[in-house]
């Protein structure tokens, strides 16, 4: 299935707008796994068994394996996912950008070699840079827009000579041109919902992966209010640290994965009682 | 040593102010490595070995090495340079760009996994994402300003409400404010003269490194003209196709190294002949 058809069935069958974002800090796993040789994949996959049926997506975030020389376990994480939780895209956070030839290579370490079905991509070098992800139509291609920091303002923020914002910029470029195969996506950050209403104003029904709620600080309601589209969707909502590390206090070298499906389920009421109705929640009660 | 000084004194003592980009494309390489398990680093290695007393750097691209599962064969390569080339500088081509407890993950991977002496890294996220990078004060952080390609215009040559263009914001943010470790160098494609001599305008001596001679056709005169510093240095001009894959036509299988050490040295030939004097190769003669 392409990635926008397993987005929206995830939405839909899981009555869920969160991702679990997967950035597995080597300082921060369980002692239980320490000196383990695949303890990052075990880590993972721990959680993402226990988070599988309550989320739209799940988020591998790749600088936190390729630190650690774990790209075979980000193979293996991703291998896991699919087989034991088929329907469940997997967007690889990469925030890759470069010319034709080499963006080629990267959209081929994406999608061929990791099996991810979205991967995030830096804009700043324009469309002929992004071209080479667009032409795997199956797959989808989420392009950074406004980002959830606070130096995310030092060029997203600046003002063109008409007064749009750049970020702006980027969010009709990428709606009215780059994606002309339907398989364009936007990050846009939690902490910013003025900002994130103006982008939803321009883009229609386009989904937004929106980190920045959990660990950042991101207002949920206030985000889902201004990001929602008018069926209650539209929203990819990433949760990393939150969830991950929900155990470290309470239960670690405990029950981590409790903990951190007790983080998610806190998480997908929190979102879903902010979603407008109907929702398929609502019916099935 | 540091990046910056190694790179200065590369500059003078090899009198080159050319970089060898490492972009193996394993549809590419001489059919005399095909299918050796190790061929992507047994090329790279010629290559490095051929031209080592023509650069100034060399300049890895990591996507090359990514897309074939290969980050073993990077490892060993750019231990290569060190260990038989020392005082060389190594620039890691990633073009990463993230929030700062990623960024700081991936600094990790260019630098201490790696061991690159620089890295290339988008600014489209702003001052915090790239601090994790400037915080390795010895190393090098080389942010993309106004590159090579087509679409590099997209974004990079939008003009902001003061009519400075975007590339220009960043050649000043950078310079002005980001560089306070004296760390930093930009990218600046050599396809726009025009744009290259008006960042050199606006950052002083600082290090450009130039991407698209050779095979992007860039010109050299042109960009030497641009671009170079009142002493005849200051820049990093890159060549990766036109020097690794000089020997397709007259010598592939035969011996693509000595090809592309004819190509290096008529680079550095036609670079020399352009910039300002007196040059150390002058004094030598």
Excluded at 2 to 26: I, K, Q, T, Y
């Amino acid at each position: 299935m392409d990635f926008m058809s397993a987005l929206r069935a995830a939405w839909r069958e899981r009555d869920s707008l969160l991702c679990v974002g997967l950035d597995p800090d080597p300082a921060r796993l369980p002692p239980s796994l320490a000196g383990k040789p695949c303890a990052i994949f075990e880590f993972c996959c721990a959680i993402v068994d226990v988070t599988a049926d309550l989320v739209c997506a799940f988020k591998p975030q790749i600088a936190y394996f390729a630190a650690c020389r774990a790209e075979d376990q980000l193979e293996a994480l991703i291998e896991h996912i699919h087989a034991q939780h088929p329907g469940i895209p997997v967007i690889l956070d990469a925030k890759r950008g470069d010319i034709g030839s080499t963006a080629g290579r990267y959209a081929e370490e994406a999608f061929a070699r990791y099996r991810a079905d979205a991967v995030t991509v830096n804009p700043y070098m324009g469309r002929d840079s992004v071209e080479p992800y667009l032409a795997w139509e199956s797959k989808g291609v989420i392009l950074l827009c406004r980002t959830s920091n606070p130096g995310g303002a030092d060029l997203q923020g600046l003002a063109l000579g008409d007064g749009e914002k750049l970020y702006e910029r980027v969010a009709r470029l990428v709606s009215s041109s780059w994606n002309a195969s339907g398989n364009c996506a936007l990050v846009v950050g939690a902490t910013f919902p003025e900002e994130l209403a103006r982008v939803r104003a321009l883009v229609g029904d386009m989904p937004l992966l929106v980190p920045g709620i959990g660990a950042q600080g991101g207002d949920i309601a206030a985000t889902v209010s201004a990001g929602q589209t008018k069926d209650g969707l539209g929203l990819i909502l990433n949760s990393s640290r939150a969830i991950l590390y929900a155990g470290e206090r309470k239960y670690w070298d405990g029950d981590f994965a409790t903990a951190a499906r007790q983080a998610a389920l806190d998480a997908c009421a929190a979102i879903n009682a902010c979603r407008v109705s109907p929702r398929l929640s609502m019916l099935k009660e």
